[in-house]
């Protein structure tokens, strides 16, 4: 579920004006599910998909440690790809289908 959620996510955010640069990047133990442009902003995004409500909603998984995973392994793709002088900001793409309908949210700038 997680992948086609990501997906879904991904096309929606290219609809938005969002440049995707990667999916899938991993560092200091952590992955980040989708990196972007937002405009000159860059964009690390989590992506969250949930077929029901009985776990909550798709962004509150997105707990302080998930938060500061994300945030160091942002921080190594920055100074990799020599963009930390970019603005950065880190958002949520909430997927559910409560009932029939997928719904789906971006949250900027999450956390």
């Known amino acids: 579920m997680g992948a086609k959620g ?4 991904v096309r929606r ?8 640069l990667t ?3 991993r560092a200091a133990g ?9 405009g000159h902003t860059l ?20 707990n302080r440690l998930k938060q500061n995973h994300i945030r160091r392994a942002a921080a190594i793709y920055a100074r990799a790809h020599r963009m930390e002088h970019r603005p950065m900001r ?5 997927i559910s289908r409560p009932k029939w309908r997928w719904r789906l949210d971006i949250i900027k700038d999450a956390f």
């Open 6 to 9: 990501e997906r879904i996510a």
């Open 13 to 20: 955010l290219r609809l938005r004006g969002y440049r995707i």
């Open 23 to 25: 999916r899938n990047y």
């Open 30 to 38: 952590a992955e980040i599910d989708a990196v972007g442009l937002d």
């Open 43 to 62: 964009v690390f995004i989590e992506v969250k998909t949930r077929l029901s409500g009985t776990a909550g909603a798709p962004e509150e998984s997105v």
């Open 90 to 94: 880190f958002d949520v793409v909430a």
